[in-house]
RNA sequence: GGAGAGAUGCCAGAGUGGUUGAAUGGGACGGUCUCGAAAACCGUUGUACGGGCAACUGUACCGAGGGUUCGAAUCCCUCUCUCUCCGCCA
């Protein structure tokens, strides 16, 4: 959530930076500004009682030593009308701020000043175009075809298992969707990245901190026996693994990747989109991660995306790099960048990779902070990345790298997969 | 799942109602000493929020949430977690 100082001291470009996302409950600004003044006197208030309190126990005590009993019941007597002003204004305090909590929380992050204006998806910004689209042979299919005639995936047999938007991958596609994982993990790995195998359900305070409750929270499969909830992605047990935590300032930049599976009930979108491996339930994912100094938050934002970018590149995939929109962008990011692989058969570009700053939305949720150089904590910035999403890659790898004689494997993937092509 | 024990500061570990934000030890940091280091000695060592230009100051926090009391780390209740034993099991 956005950190109350920022608010409290300029509610005007708050509101203007929310415009930029869509965001049209302005009025929730000046509430919550409102609400603040009133939460500080509040506090004077209690704190005032709470103050006099104490120093009349303490009064209490000494009397009692001296065996003063009747000057200590006295004192006693005075107490009371003390709680009953405690009581009531720390009530008022309690609902106040819980009103205030209410409304930060329904606030998303501001965007940057690199963000474009826009609403939808075709106001998104293309940034960088890269890779060749193929030119493919008469009769060239699209992946599920080629999933079926190579026995890759298997849809058919997870409908029956478990339904759809559940495949089994079986032979050789389980196989390189192995060695897919395990590339991907050794690219970050090698470029400073620490592995982690992380759970795969998380508990309410994980899925708060990383913003997927109260927001979200139909977009993820709840064992509501546990009241624990299976991960959309990594990025959620992965950033919690801080959470309350203050980071030694040397021990930053952190740099965490894992690979999961990932899963998303999407409730509500079928049809065109979901065909072949374009939209599941459980999808496997290969996450970045960053902690850092705020001051250099944009520099890691860059140095994630070339990293990104040059994991696609060397699997020659053809691709672009989108800068998104206010209105496209998620919740609680203030910078994103999209990267879609072209999907030649089916003639479309899908999204393989998002790659946000959420600057201390986040972290401010799940108060994670360093101390800085003047020995005060401060809340660090969170950063993630996909690197990458297995389906989508696995779909443009297949319709891409097809030819009459079978499907070839990228370079870098052929020592992992023990094959150059798949046939 | 059954029985028992426990949860205190960076760590270990005292503290069972009254100057306890918390003994003691270790670690870390600063200093003295040294050519340098070790040892020894001295000192410092929490977080959050509020007030103040600042020195500073108020409040809260001893797993979490409630309660008893003038006063709670300390007593009571609920929850969570950890450990030991038994059961079950990849």
Redesign the pocket.
């Known amino acids: 959530m956005l950190q109350?100082?920022v608010i409290r001291q300029n509610p005007a470009l708050v509101k203007e930076r929310l415009a930029v996302k869509h965001f049209a409950e302005t009025s929730i600004v000046d509430e919550i500004v409102s609400l603040d003044d009133e939460l500080?006197k509040l506090?004077?208030e209690?704190?005032?009682t709470?103050?006099k309190?104490?120093?009349?126990?303490?009064q209490?005590?000494?009397l009692?030593?001296n065996k003063q009993a009747e000057e200590?019941n006295a004192?006693?007597k005075e107490?009371?009308p003390l709680?009953n002003q405690l009581a009531s204004s720390q009530e008022k305090l309690n609902n106040t701020e819980k009103k205030l909590n209410d409304l930060l929380i329904k606030l998303p992050n501001l965007p940057s000043e690199k963000v474009p204006r826009g609403k939808t998806p075709e106001d998104n910004e293309v940034v960088k175009e890269g890779g060749e689209k193929p030119k493919l042979h008469a009769g060239a299919a699209p992946h599920w075809e080629l999933a079926k005639k190579y026995k890759l995936i298997d849809f058919e047999l997870g409908n029956k298992v478990t339904g759809s938007g559940f495949p089994f991958y079986t032979g050789q596609g389980a196989k390189l969707q192995r060695a897919l994982i395990q590339y991907f993990l050794d690219f970050n790995i090698a470029a400073g990245y620490a592995e982690y195998v992380p759970p795969f359900v998380v508990n309410q305070d994980s899925a708060f901190g990383t913003g997927q409750l109260p927001d979200k929270e139909g977009q993820m499969y709840h064992v509501t026996e546990d009241d624990l909830y299976l991960i959309p992605t990594a990025e959620v047990p992965v950033t919690n693994i801080y959470r309350n935590e203050?980071i030694k300032e040397t021990d930053l930049p952190v740099k965490m990747t894992a690979y999961t599976p990932c899963f998303r009930r999407e409730a509500g979108s079928y049809g065109k989109d979901v065909r072949g491996l374009n939209r599941l339930h459980q999808f496997d994912k290969v996450e970045l991660v960053q902690l850092v100094d705020p001051a250099k938050s944009y520099d890691a934002l860059d140095e994630m995306v070339s990293h990104v970018e040059k994991l696609v590149q060397s699997l020659g995939l053809p691709y672009r790099i989108l800068r998104l929109c206010g209105g496209d962008m998620s919740f609680a990011s203030a910078l994103t960048y999209d990267f879609e692989v072209f999907s030649t058969a089916q003639e479309k570009w899908l999204e393989v990779s998002s790659v946000s700053n959420f600057e201390s939305y986040q972290t401010n949720r799940m108060?994670i902070?360093f101390?800085n150089a003047s020995?005060?904590?401060q809340l660090v910035h969170s950063l993630n990345g996909s690197s990458l999403a297995l389906p989508r890659i696995l779909a443009s790898l297949l319709e891409n790298n097809q030819t009459e004689q079978g499907i070839d494997i990228p370079g870098p993937v052929r020592k992992y997969f023990g094959s150059d092509v798949i046939r």
């Open positions: 109350l100082s500080r506090k004077q209690t704190e005032d709470q103050s309190i104490k120093k009349l126990s303490e209490i005590g000494a009692l030593k200590a004192a006693k107490v009371e709680k203050i108060k902070r101390r020995g005060k904590s």
